[in-house]
């Protein structure tokens, strides 16, 4: 009898967690509500684990994709098409840094937090265009 309890326990917490996983919209434009151009909007989010996000091509020419070796080791990368919107999942804890291939000279880059997580010493370090970087320490001054 008991270890039947168990698992059923155990299911329930798996059913819980999995309703509670949540998408949210970026979108991907050419001027963002504050006027600036070539933006992910919002910039920064903050997800839980099992999150997703949904990249909304609500103008054309943008994709959304992972800058190199700025993601948390173990989650992977991904690559969206031009125009494609793509949802991606995240489930390992931890900073992306994700860019609008085109417009990446131009800043058009985004944070996400995954989690509880402090910002990689190494986030911004390495080769990153000026624009860019400064739209990642804007999101990343962003988060609570
Ligand atoms: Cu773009």
Not at 98 to 103: A, L, V
Request: charged content about 25%; aromatic content about 8%; overall charge negative.
């Amino acid at each position: 009898m008991f270890p039947k309890l168990v698992v059923a326990t155990g299911l329930a917490v798996m059913m819980a967690s999995s309703a509670m996983a949540e998408t949210f919209e970026i979108q991907m434009l050419n001027k963002g509500s504050d006027g600036s151009p070539m933006v992910f909007e919002p910039a920064y989010v903050k997800l839980m684990p099992g999150d997703t996000l949904k990249f909304v091509a609500a103008d054309r020419g943008h994709n959304a994709e992972s800058i190199k070796d700025r993601s948390p080791e173990g989650s992977g990368e991904f690559k969206g098409k031009i125009n494609e919107e793509i949802e991606v999942t995240f489930e390992v804890e931890g900073w992306y840094a994700i860019q609008c291939k085109p417009h990446f000279a131009m800043g058009m880059v985004m944070a996400v937090e995954v989690g509880d997580a402090d910002v990689p010493e190494d986030f911004l370090e390495g080769r990153l265009p000026r624009r860019a970087k400064d739209r990642l320490e804007a999101a990343i001054a962003s988060a609570q």
